[in-house]
C-alpha cells in the first residue's frame, strides 16, 4: 500500500426519517474505521458498519475502469478472457441521528485504511425527512444505463435548479447489475456513482468540438428512492461466460424448479443481489426493497416492482426472442428464455397487488396531500417498449408429423394486461395523481379521463425513436394477437407539451422528445403541485436549458 488511500464514491443519503438519515460510501479497501463527522463544527460523530458486496465483477476482455488497475491481461480494446473476475469493494453506511426536520446538516466522512492512512470527503449537508408543508424540488430521473447524454443532463439539472430534496429514479440505474465499474468508475466517465455526485467526465462529440460533462453534486446532500429496472436483474449465476450474457439468461422461477430441483433458486433463474446490497431503501414485509411505500414531506410514494426481461422483437435474431426461440436452441429447453418473463406477479391475487391493495387504503396514503406511483415498465407510451402487452407470455410449442419440435413462440394477450387490466383501476379508484415510469427512453405525457398524469421521463442519454408518424414498430404479423404499431397501445392520446414543443419535420409540434442530441429531465416542485420538464441540445454547449412542459398535480 504505497499510494494514499482513495474513496470508490463519494457519500449519498438513504432512507430518511423524521429525526435521521443513512450516510452510504463504498472503498475498495475493508480499512479499520469509517466514520462520519457532522453538525456544527463536524464535531458529533457517528460509526459506519461495513458489507463487501458479494456478487461484484468485472469482464477481462476489456478495460472498464477509470483507474490504471487492470484485471490479469486485459488491455482497453483487447480480447484476453471472457470469463468474469472477482473484484473486491466494500460498502460501508452509518446512521446520523438527532436531527431536525427542515434543519439541514454539514457532514463529511472518513475512511481509514488497515495501514492507518486516511482519506475524507469533502463536507455536504444532510437532512431528515421534511415534514408535511415543507416545499421540495424532486428530481424525476430514470434509465442512466451510462448513456451519452446522461452527465450532461445532471450537470444542468444542478444549474437549473440548484440543489434538489430528492431523487425518484424509475428503474434502470445501469446495464449490467454484477459489472462493478458501471457503478464506480467506468473508463468512459460516465459511471453511476460519478454522474451523481459531479465527479463524471464523459466528453461528447459534436461537429469536431468536443465538451465534457461533470454530472451533478446530487445525492451527497438529497436522498435517493429508487425501483428495479429490468437492467437491475441479473440472470443464472456463473453459467455463461460473460456478464452481458449472464445478464441475459434469466429464466421463470417455475422452470427453475424443474430443471435444477434441490439447487439455489435464485442462483438458476434470476437475481436483484448487487442492487440490494447497494442500496438501503425502505421496505415492506412483504416484499423487501423490491416494493415499498414512503411518506417524503406531502407525498406518499409508492414503488412497484413491475418489470420484465427485455427480449429483442426481431424475428430472425440469432438469440432469444420476444415472440421466438432461436432454431439450435430448439431442443434444449435449458436454453430457451421463455419470452419476455415477468419478474414479480403483480396480476390481481398477488402477494404484491394484495399488499398494493391494503397500501393504498392506509391511513398514511389517505392521509397525504400528492398521491404518486412509481415503477419502470410503462402503462403509457410512444415507445417500442410497451409491445406486447405486460402478461405472462403463452408458449406455443410446433411440431411436425413425426412430434419434432419446429417452432417455440410466444403470444401475449393484450386483454390479460396486468398493468392495464389489474393495476390502473385500483390507481384510479384511490385517487392516484401521477404515475412516473421509464423503460423506452423518452419523454411523454398521458393524462386519463379521472385526470391521473403518467410521465415517462426517460431520455437522458438515448432514445430508440417514438413510435409515431411514420415510425413503426417492430411487431409479428400472422400472430393471433394483434400488436399494435403506432400510438399507444393502451387508448390515450400523448398530450403535446405546453411551453416549448419541439417541432416535426411537418413544423408542427411533436407530443414527445425521443432524440440522441436533445436530453431531458422533470422537477417535482411540492410547493405548487407542478411537474415541470426542461431540454437541453447537447449539440450547442453554450446553449440554455428550456423548460418545454408543466403540469399540475390536483
Known amino acids: 500500500m504505497t499510494s494514499a488511500p482513495q474513496l470508490l464514491t463519494d457519500p449519498f443519503l438513504q432512507l430518511p426519517t423524521e429525526t435521521s438519515v443513512r450516510v452510504v460510501w463504498f472503498t475498495e479497501f475493508d480499512g479499520i474505521k469509517h466514520v462520519v463527522n457532522y453538525g456544527e463544527n463536524l ?62 446538516v454539514s457532514y463529511r466522512i472518513t475512511s481509514m485504511r488497515e495501514d492507518g492512512e486516511t482519506v475524507s470527503s469533502d463536507v455536504f449537508t444532510l437532512a431528515s425527512n421534511p415534514k408535511p408543508g415543507t416545499p421540495l424540488k424532486i428530481l424525476l430521473t430514470s434509465d442512466h444505463q451510462l448513456k451519452p447524454m446522461t452527465a450532461a443532463n445532471l450537470q444542468k439539472v444542478v444549474e437549473t435548479v440548484g440543489r434538489v430534496d430528492a431523487v425518484w429514479f424509475a428503474g434502470d440505474l445501469v446495464n449490467v447489475s454484477d459489472r462493478a465499474s458501471e457503478w464506480f468508475d467506468d473508463y468512459r ?241 384511490a385517487n392516484v395523481q401521477f404515475v412516473l415510469y421509464g423503460h423506452s427512453h423518452l419523454w411523454n405525457h398521458f393524462v386519463s379521463p379521472s385526470r391521473m398524469h403518467f410521465l415517462e421521463t426517460s431520455n437522458v442519454g438515448n432514445s430508440y425513436g417514438a413510435a409515431w408518424g411514420d415510425k413503426k414498430r417492430e411487431v409479428p404479423i400472422g400472430y393471433q394477437e394483434e400488436y399494435v404499431v403506432l400510438g399507444d397501445p393502451n387508448g390515450l392520446e400523448p398530450v403535446v407539451p405546453t411551453i416549448a414543443p419541439l417541432l416535426g419535420e411537418d413544423g408542427k409540434p411533436m407530443p414527445y422528445i425521443a432524440s440522441n442530441d436533445i436530453t431531458v429531465f422533470s422537477i417535482f416542485n411540492t410547493e405548487t403541485g407542478t411537474v415541470s420538464s426542461y431540454y437541453f441540445d447537447t449539440r450547442k454547449a453554450d446553449s440554455q436549458v428550456v423548460k418545454f412542459d408543466e403540469f399540475e398535480l390536483k
Open 43 to 104: 464535531t458529533q460523530t457517528s460509526w459506519a458498519s461495513t458489507t463487501k458486496l458479494s456478487r461484484a465483477r468485472e469482464d477481462q476482455r476489456c478495460l472498464r475502469r477509470a483507474t490504471p488497475t487492470r484485471f490479469g491481461n486485459q488491455t482497453e480494446n483487447g480480447q484476453v478472457d471472457q470469463k468474469p473476475v472477482w473484484r473486491d469493494i466494500w460498502r460501508h453506511e452509518a446512521e446520523v441521528t438527532g436531527l431536525t426536520p427542515g434543519v439541514r
Open 189 to 429: 466517465g460516465g459511471a453511476f456513482f460519478p454522474a451523481l455526485q459531479g465527479r463524471a467526465n464523459y466528453k461528447i462529440n459534436h461537429n469536431g468540438v468536443q465538451t465534457s460533462y461533470t454530472g451533478g453534486q446530487i445525492i451527497q446532500h438529497a436522498p435517493l428512492f429508487s425501483c428495479i429496472g429490468n437492467h437491475e436483474v441479473m440472470g443464472r449465476f456463473a453459467r455463461t461466460e460473460s456478464l452481458d450474457d449472464e445478464f441475459n439468461d434469466t429464466i421463470p422461477r417455475a422452470i427453475a424448479q424443474k430443471l435444477y430441483s434441490g439447487k439455489s433458486l435464485k442462483d438458476n433463474s434470476f437475481n436483484t443481489d448487487t442492487y440490494e446490497e447497494i442500496f438501503t431503501l425502505p421496505e415492506s414485509k412483504e416484499g423487501g426493497k423490491r416494493y415499498y411505500a414512503v411518506t417524503f414531506g406531502d407525498v406518499r410514494l409508492v414503488v412497484l416492482y413491475i418489470t420484465n426481461m427485455w427480449r429483442t422483437p426481431t424475428l430472425n435474431a440469432p438469440y432469444k426472442g420476444r415472440y421466438l426461440e432461436v432454431v439450435q436452441d430448439l431442443n434444449n429447453p435449458e436454453n430457451w428464455g421463455y419470452g419476455q418473463l415477468i419478474y414479480e406477479p403483480i396480476a390481481k391475487g398477488s402477494q404484491q397487488y394484495n399488499w398494493l391493495e391494503l397500501e393504498l387504503n392506509s391511513d398514511e396514503f389517505k392521509q397525504a396531500k400528492y398521491k404518486v406511483v412509481m415503477f419502470h415498465h410503462p402503462p403509457h407510451t410512444l415507445g417500442d417498449n410497451i409491445v406486447p402487452a405486460y402478461t405472462d407470455p403463452v408458449q406455443i410449442i410446433e411440431r411436425d408429423d413425426v412430434g419434432n419440435i419446429k417452432a417455440v413462440r410466444y403470444e401475449y394477450p393484450k386483454n390479460a394486461d396486468y398493468i392495464i387490466r389489474d393495476v390502473i383501476p385500483l390507481l384510479e379508484a
